[in-house]
């Protein structure tokens, strides 16, 4: 079974920068997507990031021109750099494959956005 695991959550100022990282614990084949998911409390789920293998990286409006999200295959880790975050980024941020019909997730890192 796959595992996936972020990390490089905590508390950041507002326009500072943090970079979350996923890494899984072994070499997934047949991946169609790799992503980034939020979540603040009260709120669903929400798309940040995600790369389509082979295909494009799309954002959501709200994070565009301050996330950037890659890949290195090698390491088989996803990365997410949050540029000027906002307190509206508040949030537990998730990383999701899309590999061979499954869906694997990790289970969350925290990131607070606040002076």
């Known amino acids: 079974q796959v595992q996936l695991v972020e990390s490089g959550g905590g508390l950041v100022q507002p326009g500072g920068s943090l970079r979350l990282s996923c890494a899984a614990s072994r070499t997934i084949f047949s991946i169609y997507s790799m992503g980034w998911y939020r979540q603040a409390p009260g709120d669903e789920r929400e798309l940040v990031a995600v790369i389509i293998i082979g295909g494009s990286i799309k954002y959501a409006d709200s994070v565009k021109g301050r996330f950037t999200t890659s890949r290195d295959n090698a390491k088989n880790t996803v990365v997410l750099q949050m540029n000027s975050p906002k307190p509206g980024d508040t949030a537990d941020y998730y990383c999701?494959?899309?590999?061979?019909?499954?869906?694997?997730w990790g289970k969350g890192t925290q990131v607070t956005v606040s002076s």
């Open positions: 999701l494959t899309k590999a061979g019909g499954n869906d694997y």
